[in-house]
């Protein structure tokens, strides 16, 4: 493999540069992250028992307001005598409470014995006291807990009603000590809240035993009663028996990754504070961005240097090797001796270049001829091989079409029309008889001459004849109707097919060849494509074609007809359509498919 001067100089440098700066820039952003990590998690730790401690704080203040208020309202109701002056200045003037209500525990039966509602608090939201009888069914608060002892945090904010959380706290006990009536007041949500609106790059939020939001810094998805358990962050934390965890975890929203540390409260609840490593390695990945700036820059500076001596040494050579490029293209109009200056053996090398590219370029004309008057693979075989007569034989397939009517056609048009006329149908037929495989052989007048299998073929060479033929009886029908849109006659064609054994090769003499096939198979093709005229089917091919194609066509026989130059009689089918790959049989049929039969010379059709 050949590599450029240039190349290699500017290659060398780029790995010396490289390998210097990128280690530089991984040690330094490594101890980066490393130390950034370590800060966040006891950052992280040191905010979250911070904020535990102030929502310790509140709860605290409010269950102590709970039990002082619900004792309140529990005298109140034993003596029968309404709530009294100090229960209203407790509950109707906090501003926090919206409901408290008194459960007296019976076995398994809960008993509501008092309940005080905020109306003034539900009315805005078109809510009456009732709502709180259908919230205590739709919270599922965990009564049982708070019968045992604990004291329980639920989220009470539902939509179009008040963002509330419901506080349940043992109230009174009997002689044995039994947990007989609890109180469960329904308070704002915002106490709970304050402590999590501070603006901080992290994410802080609080979620009760269960993993229910009760507070976040983001209102509307505390009152959404978001269950954060789908974060496995939260899950471990929620049944760690330390009362604080700190680890990375990956969000499951975000899909990024997050430094997390959680703190238990005295009261079940947990604090959670989580930092994106995005935003606290930014630093760090600052730092990696001007290393790869300094050193993008200095790369940038060296390949210029050495890009400018390299050019002295390589620039004329690189140019030979850009035109031999173009050549090998077929642009044969480069001219190397006016680009390369240099007066040395570089330059004598460049009006080398020159004299080959003017050789190959009388090559390629020769060639492009032979292509126009044989076809490509013609041209090519001629060209691989010297030239002299002779022939090989070989296995091909024979094709003759013809125009009927073309001798009255021609009689009643000018030379221009008729000429017209052949070059657009001929454009047309040699086109796709080119597509499938096929070699045009000749032209006889308004006759086209194709071969498939020389001078190269294949298995499949029966079976693309027959598909060409298909395809120009199809192609037939869209030029009739171009024809026809312009006022012009529509053609009529006759197809014939044989498979045999022929001799391919160039015939003549020293000083005129050409290269063709002949035999009793060329022959007789074209006497199968005379025979359309008297079978009236614009395509006809042998029982030796039918054989070789199987059953990969619909083939219909047309019957059997003396021909001159045979002593049989000889058997023609038709061709009605083709087999599709999901083994459907394709009907392909035209206007111009069948005619009325007529007779024809040298063919006798023999009675069936």
């Not at 539900?122 to 009564?143: D, E, M, V």
């Not at 390589?314 to 140019?319: D, G, L």
């Not at 029982?543 to 194609?549: L, N, P, Q």
Request: include cysteine.
């Amino acid at each position: 493999m050949r590599i450029p001067i240039s190349t290699k100089l500017i290659t060398v440098t780029i790995l010396i540069l490289v390998a210097a700066t990128g280690t530089i820039t991984w040690i330094s952003s490594a101890y980066f992250e490393k130390k950034a990590s370590e800060q966040v998690d006891i950052a992280n730790l040191e905010s979250a028992a911070a904020k535990a401690k102030e929502v310790d704080n509140i709860v605290s203040s409010l269950v102590d307001k709970t039990r002082v208020t619900a004792s309140l309202l529990m005298k109140g109701t034993s003596e029968k005598n309404g709530t009294g002056d100090d229960f209203d200045f407790n509950f109707t003037k906090d501003k926090n409470f919206v409901a408290l209500e008194i459960l007296k525990l019976n076995g398994s039966s809960v008993e509501t014995v008092a309940r005080r509602v905020k109306e003034e608090s539900l009315r805005p939201y078109g809510l009456t006291a009732t709502y709180l009888i259908h919230l205590r069914s739709w919270q599922k608060f965990p009564i049982r807990s708070v019968a045992q002892g604990s004291i329980e945090l639920k989220n009470a904010s539902y939509p179009k009603a008040p963002a509330m959380v419901t506080i349940g706290i043992p109230l009174i006990r009997d002689v044995q000590g039994k947990i007989t009536h609890i109180a469960l007041a329904d308070v704002t949500l915002a106490p709970l809240e304050k402590p999590f609106t501070d603006p901080s790059e992290r994410t802080q939020y609080l979620v009760d035993r269960y993993g229910e939001l009760l507070a976040h810094k983001d209102e509307q998805k505390a009152m959404a009663r978001l269950n954060m358990n789908k974060n496995p962050f939260v899950q471990k934390a929620l049944v760690q028996k330390s009362p604080q965890y700190q680890t990375k975890f990956i969000d499951p929203d975000s899909e990024k990754n997050y430094f997390g540390a959680s703190v238990k409260t005295s009261f079940g609840a947990t604090v959670v504070s989580q930092t994106s490593e995005e935003t606290i390695l930014e630093v760090s990945h600052e730092v990696k961005r001007r290393a790869i700036f300094v050193a993008g820059s200095a790369i940038s500076m060296a390949i210029f240097f050495i890009f400018l001596f390299s050019m002295t040494l390589t620039s004329p050579i690189e140019k030979l090797a850009e035109m031999i490029n173009l050549v090998s293209k077929g642009n044969f109009d480069v001219k190397a001796r006016a680009q390369v200056k240099s007066h040395d053996e570089v330059g004598d090398l460049a009006e080398a270049f020159d004299h080959m590219t003017d050789g190959l370029k009388e090559r390629d004309k020769v060639k492009s001829l032979f292509s126009k008057f044989h076809g490509s693979s013609v041209a090519e075989d001629l060209i691989s091989k010297d030239i002299g007569v002779g022939g090989k034989s070989r296995d091909v397939v024979v094709f003759f079409s013809d125009i009927r009517g073309f001798t009255a056609f021609s009689e009643k048009r000018s030379p221009e029309e008729v000429v017209e006329m052949l070059n657009e149908y001929f454009g047309v037929m040699v086109k796709i008889i080119n597509a499938h495989g096929g070699v045009v052989d000749k032209f006889i007048g308004d006759a086209i001459m194709a071969v498939w299998g020389a001078p190269r073929g294949s298995d499949r060479d029966p079976h693309n004849a027959v598909r060409a033929c298909l395809e120009m009886r199809k192609a037939l029908e869209s030029l009739n109707e171009l024809r026809l849109s312009r006022g012009q006659p529509a053609i009529n064609i006759g197809m014939g097919l044989h498979a045999g054994a022929a001799i391919s090769g160039t015939i003549g003499s020293d000083e005129r060849m050409e290269y063709t096939v002949i035999g009793n198979t060329v022959n007789t093709a074209s006497r199968i494509e005379a025979s359309t005229k008297a079978f009236g089917a614009d395509l006809l091919v042998s029982d030796t074609v039918v054989e070789k194609i199987g059953e990969d066509f619909k083939i219909e026989l047309a019957g059997a007809a003396e021909v001159k130059g045979r002593s049989e009689a000889l058997k023609m089918f038709k061709v009605r359509g083709y087999r599709a790959s999901d083994g459907s049989m394709v009907e392909v049929s035209t206007p111009y498919s069948d005619y009325e039969a007529e007779s024809a010379d040298k063919v006798k059709v023999k009675a069936a």
